[in-house]
Nanobody, 122 residues
């Protein structure tokens, strides 16, 4: 079992920044890929960014490239999503997820956090 706890969401003005954290515990060796998804009401979860502890590779959806950065802190077993130049369309509930490899589909992930709200005002 893997437990994921997100934090760092909040309200920010357009152009501002937030840093989300995803702290993992449990059998994390079994799920070396940690990714962030986001969801708005009435829509499916959308892949945002992924990080692999085993390869140190990263992957981003096109809409956040150049604005968001995903990185891991091995000592804290935490993956961060630094979000800069935020736009109102980034408003969503953000979830972190753990799986065996980075994938853009929800089915690639076995464990999910509870989500954290990000609201970007115009």
């Amino acid at each position: 079992q893997v437990q994921l706890v997100e934090s760092g969401g909040g309200l920010v003005q357009a152009g501002g920044s937030l840093r989300l954290s995803c702290a993992a515990s449990g059998s994390t060796w079994s799920t070396p890929a940690i990714s962030w998804f986001r969801q708005t009401p009435g829509r499916e979860r959308e892949f945002v960014a992924g990080f692999s502890w085993s390869t140190l590779s990263t992957y981003y959806t096109d809409s956040v490239k150049g604005r968001f950065t995903i990185a891991g802190d091995n000592a804290k077993n935490t993956v961060y999503l630094q979000m800069n130049s935020l736009k109102p369309e980034d408003t969503a509930v953000y979830y972190c997820a753990a799986g065996r490899s980075i994938g853009t589909r929800e089915v690639s992930y076995h464990y999910w956090g509870q989500g954290t709200q990000v609201t970007v005002s115009s």
